[in-house]
C-alpha cells in the first residue's frame, strides 16, 4: 500500500470542488452589482437633466383665457433666490422677502430589475420636480438597489457614508429622501451626512404651506404639518427636562432635583394636540358654508362637475379655457390648494359649476388626505368627475391609479359618473394617448393650451349632465319674475312670449321649479 505524502496548505479534492462554483457565484454577484451601479447612475444622470424645468420662471405659458394672472406675480415676488447669503452687510441688497435657494442632494431606492429601475426614475423625477417647486436647487442623486430600506439609516451605512460624500463634494445643505422616514431614520441618517435631512412627505406639506392662501386651506395644512411633527418631536438631553427624579444618569441626583412639572417635550407634545383640537374645530365650524352653497345649487337645480386628477396635470388651465376664470395657472407642482368654483352654461343655456379641486400624487401623505378631506367631498357630490390626466408624462396610467386610490376614500365617489380627459394632446405621444384610451373607454383627448378637442369635450359633459324632464306650456304672472328668470337660468330650450296676463314659458324644466310654476300659473 502507497502512502502519498499531503501538502497541509493543499486543498483536499472535497473542499476544492465547491471553489469555482463560490468563485462564479461571486462573480455574478460582483457583475450584477456593476449593472445596478450603472443603471443608478444612469436613472440619476437623466433626472439631473432635466433638473430645473418644474421652475416657473419662463416655463409657464399661458392662453387668453387664463387673464392677467396676477396672483402668480406675487408667488414669484416670494420665490427664493440663488446666489443669496444671510449675512449681508447691507440688508437692502435684496427684496426683503426673497429666501435662500436650498441646495438638495435628492436620494431613492429601487428593488431591482428594470421595471423597477423606470419606476424609481419617473418618481425621483418627481420628487426633483417637488424639491425645486419647494425653493431648492437639484446638484445631485444617490439611487441603490436594496430589496427594503435598511431599519436604521435607510440607506445602509456604506451607502451613508457615500451619499456624505456627494454632499460634502457639491455642497449641499440639504437631503431629500424619496419616502417617509422613520423618525430614527432620520436622525440616524442626519448624523452621517452631517446636513439636514427631509422626506418626500415634509417636502410635500411645505409647498402646501407656502401656497395655501384660503383660511380653511392653511387651517388644514398646519393640522397636517401638526400631526406629522408630532412623532418626531425631538428633545436633548436634560435641557429639556423640567423634572429630574429618582436617579438621573445613574449619579443619584434624586433628593432635591424633583421638578414640579412636565419636560418639556410632554409640554410641547400637549400644545401641539391641544393646537389640533382647536384646528379641528375651526375647520369644522367652516363646513356649513360650504354645506349652503351645495343645497343652494341643488335647490336650483345646478349641477356641479368636479376636476380632479394628479398635480400639474392642467386643472387649472381646463378650467380657464372652458369658463375663461383667470385662475392662477403655474408650471408647479401644487400650484392650486383653494377649491375654485365658476359657472358655466351648455350649449343650450343649461347652468352648471365646475370645481377645480386641489392636485394628487404618488404616495400623498395621509395626514394632507384626512385634512383636506372635507374639501374633497366637493367631489363625491357632482354630478361629473372629469379626471384630467397629463398624457405628455412618462407614465399617465400611474397617475390614474394614484388619483383613483386617494379617490376610493371619499364618500359617494362611486356614484359619480368618470370621464378620463387625457390633456396636453399638442404636446404629447400619440402612441402612450392611443395605449391609456384602449384602457379607458370613457375618455377624451384636448389641450387647454391649444384649444384641440375643447369643443368634444363641452358636448361630453353637456350630454352627461341631466336633463330637465317635465313639459311646461303655462302662463306665468308678472308679478313672478323670479320664476320666469329660474326657469331661463334652469331649465332647456325655454322660449317665452308676453302676453297681456302675464309671461307664457314653454320648455323643459326640473320637477320642483315645474310644481312652483303651476302653483302660480295664472288659469287659463
Known amino acids: 500500500m ?14 476544492s470542488a465547491g471553489a469555482p462554483g463560490a468563485e462564479t457565484s461571486a462573480g455574478e454577484r460582483r457583475e450584477a452589482e456593476r449593472d445596478a451601479q450603472a443603471i443608478a447612475q444612469d436613472v440619476v444622470a437623466r433626472v439631473l437633466a432635466r433638473a430645473g424645468t418644474a ?6 405659458v399661458h392662453t387668453v383665457h387664463d387673464g392677467d394672472q396676477l396672483d402668480l406675480e406675487e408667488r414669484i415676488s416670494l420665490r427664493r433666490v440663488g446666489g443669496l447669503s444671510t449675512e449681508l452687510e447691507d440688508v437692502t ?5 426673497q429666501l435662500r435657494l436650498e441646495r438638495v442632494v435628492l436620494v431613492g431606492l429601487y428593488s431591482g430589475g428594470e421595471s423597477a429601475a423606470r419606476d424609481a426614475e419617473v418618481s425621483l423625477r418627481e420628487l426633483a420636480a417637488l424639491a425645486e417647486t419647494a425653493g431648492s436647487q437639484v446638484l445631485d442623486g444617490l439611487l441603490q438597489r436594496r430589496q427594503k430600506p435598511d431599519p436604521g ?14 454632499v460634502a463634494s457639491v455642497g449641499a445643505d440639504t437631503v431629500v429622501a424619496d419616502t417617509e422616514l422613520a423618525p430614527s431614520q ?3 441618517l442626519e448624523d452621517i451626512v452631517k446636513v439636514k435631512v427631509v422626506d418626500r412627505t415634509a417636502l410635500i406639506l411645505d409647498i402646501f404651506a407656502q401656497h395655501a392662501k384660503s383660511r380653511e386651506g392653511k387651517a388644514q395644512v398646519e393640522l397636517a404639518q401638526l400631526e406629522y411633527l408630532l412623532p418626531r418631536l425631538r428633545g436633548w438631553g436634560d435641557s429639556m427636562s423640567r423634572q429630574a427624579g429618582g436617579q438621573v444618569g445613574g449619579q443619584g ?38 354645506e349652503t352653497k351645495r343645497l343652494d345649487r341643488k335647490r336650483h337645480g345646478v349641477p356641479n362637475v368636479a376636476i380632479a386628477g394628479y398635480t400639474n396635470a392642467g386643472k387649472s388651465s381646463l378650467l380657464n379655457a372652458l369658463t375663461d376664470a383667470g385662475v392662477l395657472v403655474e408650471n408647479a407642482l401644487f400650484a392650486t390648494l383653494d377649491p375654485t368654483v365658476r359657472r358655466a352654461r351648455t350649449e343650450d343655456g343649461r347652468p352648471y359649476t365646475l370645481t377645480d379641486t386641489v392636485g394628487f400624487v404618488r404616495h400623498l401623505p395621509h395626514q394632507l388626505v384626512e385634512a383636506f378631506r372635507s374639501t374633497l367631498e366637493e367631489v363625491g357630490d357632482a354630478a361629473l368627475l372629469l379626471h384630467v390626466v397629463d398624457a405628455s408624462h412618462p407614465d399617465p396610467e400611474g397617475q390614474i391609479a394614484a388619483v383613483r386610490e386617494v379617490l376610493a376614500e371619499i364618500p359617494g365617489i362611486a356614484d359619480v359618473p368618470e370621464v378620463i380627459v387625457l390633456n396636453k394632446a399638442d404636446v404629447a405621444d400619440p402612441a402612450v394617448v392611443g395605449r391609456v384610451q384602449r384602457r379607458e373607454r370613457r375618455s377624451v383627448v384636448v389641450s387647454a393650451h391649444s384649444g384641440e378637442g375643447m369643443a368634444e369635450l363641452r358636448e361630453l359633459v353637456a350630454a352627461e349632465l341631466p336633463q330637465p324632464q317635465v313639459e311646461i306650456d303655462l302662463v306665468v304672472p308678472y308679478s313672478r319674475g323670479d320664476l320666469v328668470h329660474r326657469a331661463h337660468e334652469t331649465g332647456g330650450s325655454v322660449v317665452e312670449e308676453h302676453l297681456a296676463e302675464g309671461t307664457r314659458l314653454r320648455g323643459r324644466v326640473d320637477e320642483a ?7 302660480v300659473a295664472v288659469a287659463g
Open 2 to 15: 502507497t502512502h502519498t505524502p499531503t501538502n497541509p496548505d493543499t486543498p483536499r479534492p472535497d473542499e
Open 55 to 60: 421652475r416657473s420662471e419662463g416655463a409657464t
Open 93 to 97: 441688497e435684496v427684496e426683503y422677502r
Open 153 to 166: 439609516t435607510y440607506l445602509g451605512s456604506g451607502k451613508a457614508a457615500e451619499l456624505a460624500d456627494v
Open 186 to 188: 432620520r436622525r440616524a
Open 253 to 290: 441626583a434624586g433628593m432635591g432635583s424633583r421638578g414640579p412639572g412636565e419636560t418639556k417635550i410632554e409640554l410641547d407634545r400637549r400644545r401641539i394636540r391641544n393646537r389640533m383640537a382647536k384646528l379641528r374645530r375651526e375647520i369644522a365650524a367652516m363646513a356649513p358654508g360650504r
Open 513 to 519: 321649479l315645474a310644481v312652483e310654476l303651476e302653483r
